[in-house]
């Protein structure tokens, strides 16, 4: 069964950062790799999709690489800032969507 | 907006009781879920459904029971069954099952008294 892993379960930097979020999978055949921000008590936003022929995917100060490979995926996020303080989670699929334990990452002013 | 709705996003249930846990999407998604999240832990998919009228269990389906008569809802009762029921649930739903990109509720909280 495929297992994602998420390292480190928590980060903590200052303001203006550039910081890299790792996750890693177990099983190379997935179609999708996708990336998601969790407030606390709220439900999961879809930040970044990747298909298995893409190898990057990029929306604002945010950047997520894929190799398949080697079954990891980075999340980047340049230039943090407070508000993006939050649990970063990451999802492969198929054939069913398989979730990381998430990245708690706090942004100190 | 579109979007997926779950009501309500707080309840409270004594011991014994059953609960449903309403989901509403209006993006037109085929496939819907229904996801289990505690403390600690990654998301646990309790059912899914990737068509109208049909339904398979997930890995914690045990407690749990779910329908799908319409395309847009997919209700999630809570049974008195399920011994630990206390969590946060998350609704999502794909336009291509699990080769699409995955939308997600804002979540029910579930507190047992």
């Known amino acids: 069964k495929q297992e994602v892993t998420q390292i480190p379960a928590a980060l903590s930097v200052p303001e203006g950062e550039n910081l890299v979020l790792n996750c890693s999978f177990t099983d190379s055949a997935i179609y999708n790799l996708q990336w998601f921000r969790q407030d606390p008590g709220k439900g999961l936003t879809s930040l970044l999709l990747?298909?298995?022929?893409?190898r990057e995917q990029t929306s604002g100060r945010l950047n997520a690489s894929l190799d398949k490979s080697s079954g990891r995926s980075t999340l980047y996020i340049a230039a943090s800032q407070p508000g993006d303080s939050a649990t970063y989670l990451c999802a492969v699929s198929p054939p069913q969507f398989y979730f990381g334990t998430g990245t708690s990452l706090t942004v100190i002013p | 907006d579109g979007g997926i709705t779950q009501s309500p996003k707080y309840l409270f249930r004594k011991e014994g009781q059953n609960v449903t846990l309403s989901c509403e999407q209006n993006l037109n998604h085929d496939a819907m879920y229904w996801y289990r999240q505690d403390p600690g832990q990654g998301l646990r998919l309790i059912y899914y459904?990737?068509?109208?009228?049909?339904?398979q269990k997930g890995d914690i389906a045990e407690g749990y029971s779910v329908s799908r008569e319409k395309k847009e809802s997919f209700p999630l009762t809570v049974t008195s069954a399920q011994k630990n029921p206390t969590a946060f649930y998350l609704c999502?739903?794909?336009?291509?099952?699990?080769?699409?990109?995955?939308?997600f509720g804002e979540g029910s909280r579930l507190t047992v008294l």
């Open positions: 999502a739903s794909s336009i291509l099952g699990a080769a699409g990109e995955l939308f």
């Open positions: 459904s990737q068509i109208v009228n049909d339904f």
């Open positions: 990747i298909q298995s022929s893409q």
